[in-house]
């Protein structure tokens, strides 16, 4: 048996296009699983906890709990309306799930693995109370930027602990805030260092996540797990308090499974399934250091896979909803009416499911045009018309070429899902549809009608054979649009397997087909990329004049040494000749180049930048790169010059 989980989406705002990235891909994976004959569980939920909730429910003048329903109701709706089918999509308010968190917990604390401490907390001497992280603004004391209490999100994104924060002001009535002591509980994150080293040598999934835990072992601290909130899972050795919701979160794959089978125990006490978790990049740290800790600690079977997604950018801007760079599912893509299948067959073909994905307005509707309907639409559409218009009944007899074709596409599907490999496996099933165009237009049937019917006939044997195992083969990326055309060939998607696209029936009998797909046409996206670039133009930085572009010192540098920064994947230390003076820059380039490549090369440098701290590193500058596709590209000259020279 598998159980497949989806990160819990948070129920603080509409799903949007970045959710998508890991929930679409995953029900692909679920769906060509079932149809190899594997028994799966698929399940994921709401998660319901936390202090941006409490916060945002007090915005709204609401109760945590009537806030959650919301945006559960929605999640339900919108995934529906995707044809993401989850076994069990729960809530961590579950009161099953509180019984299992605090059961979790206590064999946590039975095992030794939970102390309580006296820690120096943030707390707000106006609002007369200690303040959780989400309540807290400050700086970070690892980069110096600004940062909120539980996350570096505008520098170094590192994890902070309670009381780590520098300069804590109250976000709720943005006084300044004191720091006083309190006993609060740890989870002893450092006592599984040697565990999960030999872990995550063997645990299975995409080299993203698995290479970002890795740079962690060695350097792990442990963790506070309870926080001063009225909302959320009481923590069981004191219930003043309330459990850190990256606790009680992922206990939900367990509550959660037990709702949707009886083999829960087999899966998660038993270790006789196979474990694997979808999840975005930004939380693989969780998933693959902290969970593993907590499911080994309390005797519970481990993730056999992490599957990260790379992120997700709108329109080449990196994806912020703060700054208007985001497509919401719901108000935007499904109130345009447009095919869920669309964005089905977008998100996994794009490109690589670990590399950053770009969704833009202008490039989806060339990829629908051009390969979902101008290769397999036309294929199907043409081949079932030509069929039903001519014969009706169609006597099948399939040559072995054919039957070739389409079995390397079977099996080069399942490879690819076996590595998660979407791209690769959604490109077959456009190559099989090029196949079968080209057969068809080089078999010339409609010629063969007028002097050889059963010649004829044999061509479109071959050709509905073909229809028939693309049909079968893309059904679990484009389900409602494959079950649509099915119908022409009394086929039902639901119940087939893979082996079904090599099946032969003695006699088809064609239907009238519907057109599989409708062409999105330029003013079907017009309004949306209206809607998207005119947030884009309300959250835009000021022109600047030509004395502001002179206050900037941008100069050219010559890179003397490179190497990578400990405990990071995307920072490199240099040192640049800039003439009169060597300044040591941090970069965020070390995914696109080697410290190697760069030597010798000339790079431009924004000079007067004020230093920062990244990663404990001190950067006195600035290198300028180019963002295409998610890749940095440095800018530099085409001619060498002295370095130091400045850009005018």
Same mark, same amino acid.
């Given at each position: 048996?598998?159980?497949?989980?989806?990160?819990?989406?948070?129920?603080?705002?509409? !799903?949007?296009?970045?959710?998508?990235?890991? *929930?679409?891909?995953?029900?692909?994976?679920? =769906? *060509?699983? /079932?149809?190899?004959?594997?028994?799966?569980?698929?399940?994921?939920?709401?998660?319901?906890?936390?202090?941006?909730?409490?916060?945002?429910?007090?915005?709204?003048?609401?109760?945590?709990?009537?806030?959650?329903?919301?945006?559960?109701?929605?999640?339900?709706?919108?995934?529906?309306?995707?044809?993401?089918?989850?076994?069990?999509?729960?809530?961590?308010?579950?009161?099953?799930?509180?019984?299992?968190?605090?059961?979790?917990? =206590?064999?946590?604390?039975?095992?030794?693995?939970?102390?309580?401490?006296?820690?120096?907390?943030?707390?707000?001497?106006?609002?007369?109370?200690?303040?959780?992280?989400?309540?807290?603004?400050?700086?970070?004391?690892?980069?110096?930027?600004?940062?909120?209490?539980?996350?570096?999100?505008?520098?170094?994104?590192?994890?902070?602990?309670?009381?780590?924060?520098?300069?804590?002001?109250?976000?709720?009535?943005?006084?300044?805030?004191v720091f006083r002591k309190q006993t609060h509980y740890f989870f002893k994150l450092t006592a599984f260092d040697e565990f999960l080293k030999e872990y995550l040598s063997k645990l299975s999934g995409t080299e993203n996540a698995l290479n970002y835990a890795r740079e962690w072992i060695g350097n792990l601290k442990d963790w506070c797990i309870t926080r001063n909130l009225e909302w959320g899972v009481r923590f069981p050795l004191d219930d003043s308090l309330v459990l850190y919701v990256w606790v009680d979160a992922p206990i939900g794959y367990i509550s959660f499974t037990e709702k949707a089978t009886k083999d829960w125990k087999d899966i998660w006490l038993e270790g006789k399934g196979e474990i694997v978790h979808f999840i975005g990049l930004d939380i693989a740290y969780h998933h693959c250091i902290f969970w593993p800790a907590m499911l080994k600690g309390a005797g519970y079977s481990l993730p056999s896979a992490i599957v990260a997604s790379g992120m997700v950018k709108i329109e080449g801007k990196t994806f912020s909803k703060s700054r208007g760079y985001?497509?919401?599912?719901?108000?935007? *893509?499904?109130?345009?009416? #447009?095919?869920?299948?669309?964005?089905?067959?977008?998100?996994?073909?794009?490109?690589?499911?670990?590399?950053?994905?770009? #969704?833009?307005?202008?490039?989806?509707?060339?990829?629908?045009?051009?390969?979902?309907?101008?290769?397999?639409?036309?294929?199907?559409?043409r081949i079932l018309s030509f069929a039903w218009k001519n014969f009706g009944k169609v006597q099948i007899e399939v040559d072995q070429e054919i039957l070739n074709q389409i079995k390397a596409t079977k099996e080069k599907i399942v490879n690819a899902i076996k590595k998660w490999e979407f791209k690769i496996a959604s490109d077959a099933l456009m190559e099989l549809a090029s196949f079968g165009n080209v057969y068809f237009q080089n078999s010339k049937a409609w010629e063969l009608l007028k002097s050889d019917k059963m010649k004829a006939m044999k061509a479109v044997a071959n050709c509905l054979q073909i229809a028939k195992a693309l049909m079968i083969l893309s059904y679990p990326v484009m389900p409602?649009?494959?079950?649509?055309?099915?119908?022409?060939?009394? !086929?039902?998607?639901?119940?087939?397997?893979?082996?079904?696209?090599?099946?032969?029936?003695?006699?088809?009998?064609?239907?009238?087909?519907?057109?599989?797909?409708?062409?999105?046409?330029?003013?079907?996206?017009?309004?949306?990329?209206?809607?998207?670039?005119?947030?884009?133009?309300? /959250?835009?930085?000021?022109?600047?004049?030509?004395?502001?572009?002179?206050?900037?010192? !941008?100069?050219?540098?010559?890179?003397?040494?490179?190497?990578?920064?400990p405990k990071s994947k995307k920072l490199l230390k240099l040192i640049v000749d800039l003439g009169n003076e060597k300044r040591q820059i941090v970069a965020g380039i070390a995914e696109n180049y080697s410290p190697e490549e760069l030597i010798g090369k000339f790079v431009v440098v924004l000079a007067n930048l004020k230093p920062a701290k990244l990663m404990g590193v001190e950067s006195k500058g600035m290198i300028l790169a180019v963002d295409v596709d998610g890749k940095a590209i440095l800018l530099t000259v085409d001619k060498e010059v002295k370095p130091g020279e400045k850009i005018k």
């Amino acid at each position: 048996m598998k159980l497949v989980t989806c990160g819990l989406p948070y129920a603080n705002g509409k !799903l949007h296009i970045g959710h998508l990235r890991t *929930y679409i891909p995953a029900d692909v994976y679920v =769906r *060509y699983l /079932k149809m190899i004959g594997e028994k799966v569980v698929f399940i994921c939920g709401s998660d319901c906890h936390g202090t941006p909730i409490v916060v945002n429910a007090e915005k709204e003048g609401l109760k945590p709990k009537e806030f959650i329903e919301k945006y559960h109701e929605h999640f339900q709706k919108v995934f529906s309306a995707l044809d993401v089918k989850f076994d069990y999509f729960g809530k961590t308010t579950d009161i099953e799930h509180h019984e299992r968190t605090k059961e979790f917990v =206590r064999k946590l604390a039975e095992n030794g693995y939970i102390y309580k401490k006296e820690i120096e907390l943030a707390y707000c001497e106006k609002c007369d109370r200690f303040l959780p992280d989400r309540y807290v603004e400050g700086i970070c004391p690892y980069c110096k930027t600004p940062a909120r209490g539980d996350e570096c999100d505008q520098g170094c994104g590192r994890h902070l602990e309670p009381g780590e924060i520098l300069e804590p002001k109250c976000k709720i009535c943005g006084n300044k805030a004191v720091f006083r002591k309190q006993t609060h509980y740890f989870f002893k994150l450092t006592a599984f260092d040697e565990f999960l080293k030999e872990y995550l040598s063997k645990l299975s999934g995409t080299e993203n996540a698995l290479n970002y835990a890795r740079e962690w072992i060695g350097n792990l601290k442990d963790w506070c797990i309870t926080r001063n909130l009225e909302w959320g899972v009481r923590f069981p050795l004191d219930d003043s308090l309330v459990l850190y919701v990256w606790v009680d979160a992922p206990i939900g794959y367990i509550s959660f499974t037990e709702k949707a089978t009886k083999d829960w125990k087999d899966i998660w006490l038993e270790g006789k399934g196979e474990i694997v978790h979808f999840i975005g990049l930004d939380i693989a740290y969780h998933h693959c250091i902290f969970w593993p800790a907590m499911l080994k600690g309390a005797g519970y079977s481990l993730p056999s896979a992490i599957v990260a997604s790379g992120m997700v950018k709108i329109e080449g801007k990196t994806f912020s909803k703060s700054r208007g760079y985001v497509v919401w599912v719901e108000d935007e *893509y499904l109130k345009a009416g #447009f095919n869920p299948d669309y964005l089905r067959y977008y998100i996994v073909n794009y490109t690589s499911h670990d590399k950053d994905l770009n #969704f833009s307005w202008d490039v989806f509707r060339d990829k629908v045009n051009n390969e979902v309907i101008a290769t397999l639409g036309n294929f199907l559409f043409r081949i079932l018309s030509f069929a039903w218009k001519n014969f009706g009944k169609v006597q099948i007899e399939v040559d072995q070429e054919i039957l070739n074709q389409i079995k390397a596409t079977k099996e080069k599907i399942v490879n690819a899902i076996k590595k998660w490999e979407f791209k690769i496996a959604s490109d077959a099933l456009m190559e099989l549809a090029s196949f079968g165009n080209v057969y068809f237009q080089n078999s010339k049937a409609w010629e063969l009608l007028k002097s050889d019917k059963m010649k004829a006939m044999k061509a479109v044997a071959n050709c509905l054979q073909i229809a028939k195992a693309l049909m079968i083969l893309s059904y679990p990326v484009m389900p409602r649009s494959m079950e649509r055309v099915a119908y022409a060939l009394g !086929l039902k998607l639901e119940s087939c397997s893979l082996e079904d696209a090599l099946k032969v029936d003695k006699e088809l009998e064609v239907r009238k087909p519907e057109l599989p797909f409708k062409k999105i046409e330029e003013e079907d996206i017009e309004p949306l990329k209206k809607t998207l670039f005119e947030r884009f133009s309300e /959250k835009s930085e000021l022109e600047v004049t030509i004395e502001d572009f002179k206050r900037l010192d !941008l100069r050219i540098g010559k890179v003397l040494c490179a190497e990578r920064v400990p405990k990071s994947k995307k920072l490199l230390k240099l040192i640049v000749d800039l003439g009169n003076e060597k300044r040591q820059i941090v970069a965020g380039i070390a995914e696109n180049y080697s410290p190697e490549e760069l030597i010798g090369k000339f790079v431009v440098v924004l000079a007067n930048l004020k230093p920062a701290k990244l990663m404990g590193v001190e950067s006195k500058g600035m290198i300028l790169a180019v963002d295409v596709d998610g890749k940095a590209i440095l800018l530099t000259v085409d001619k060498e010059v002295k370095p130091g020279e400045k850009i005018k």
